[in-house]
């Protein structure tokens, strides 16, 4: 596992009470967790340790020793990194441009290690055999959603977008078991794009979901998820702030699997708007 710690927050929303206190434990304590026992883990989250060996299972690992060796493996990597950070800097700027630098670093690292080739293969198909693609998104989400709009329009022009949240629930009602909706919700959580989902769903359409979350209120809508890393938050000069380039990653990501698997469909219709856009350039 190239990160342990990110690889647990990832799935949090699908643990039980018991996996949630383990978790918690864990992400406060990663030090100490690589030098204690089954036993004391147990004791320190008042579980049992079956409890601890049922955790280790659910995120991926043989068991306790072998989820240990991988937290180890990750701290040393995380010294390594913290190691590295240049000490005698003493301009602001490039200490917070290099911050920034590898926060956004981190994420595409850890958003990389969450790619299937299946689940993009499977989406771009979808959209491929749709009669249009409409996107959603509220808030930040939105600006993900209008950055993939406004890529795809340079290769079909089946595609819809809004803004505005009454004609994204119009847009919902109106489509139909041709058609694809891309959805992209961080937390998969928000009551709207909830509502939105689920009126997508009765029209037979296809969901592709693009979340930092495997299970969330909206999943059991979608056909498929397309997964990136939880948004980091870096702390500096006692103020802190969000990397964000995961999800615009992923969006990338299954725009370029699109246009690949387009049998030349999108490349034609990329020179067409490229030949056009070049004219009006001094």
Known sequence: MDDVISLIRMQQNNFTDTQNKIASYILD??????????????????????????????????????????????????EKNENNKDADSTSFFQDNAKHIFEGNMNALKETYALIKEDDYKLAASYMLEAEKICFFGIGASYN?????????MR???????NMDVHAQYAFAVHMSEKDVAIIVSGSGSTKTIVEIAKLVKKTGCKIILISQFIKSPITKY????????????????????????????VMD??????????????????????????????
């Open 144 to 152: 993900v959603a209008q950055e993939g709009y406004f890529k795809l």
């Open 253 to 282: 990501m299954l725009l370029t699997q699109y246009f690949l698997d387009s049998d030349g469909e999108g490349e034609n219709s990329l020179k067409k708007v490229d030949r056009v856009l070049t004219m009006h350039l001094y």
């Open 222 to 249: 979608v056909d498929v998820t397309l997964l990136w890393a939880d948004n980091r938050r870096l702390e500096h000069e006692g103020k802190n702030f969000s990397i964000e380039i995961g999800p615009y990653y």
């Open 155 to 161: 290769l079909t022009n089946k595609i819809a977008l």
């Open 29 to 78: 304590n990663p030090e100490k967790v690589i030098s204690t026992s089954i036993s004391e883990l147990a004791s320190a989250c008042n579980s049992g340790v079956s409890s601890i060996s049922r955790f280790c299972r659910s995120i991926g690992f043989i068991g306790y020793q072998d989820f240990r060796v991988a937290m180890a493996q990750s701290l040393v990597d995380k």
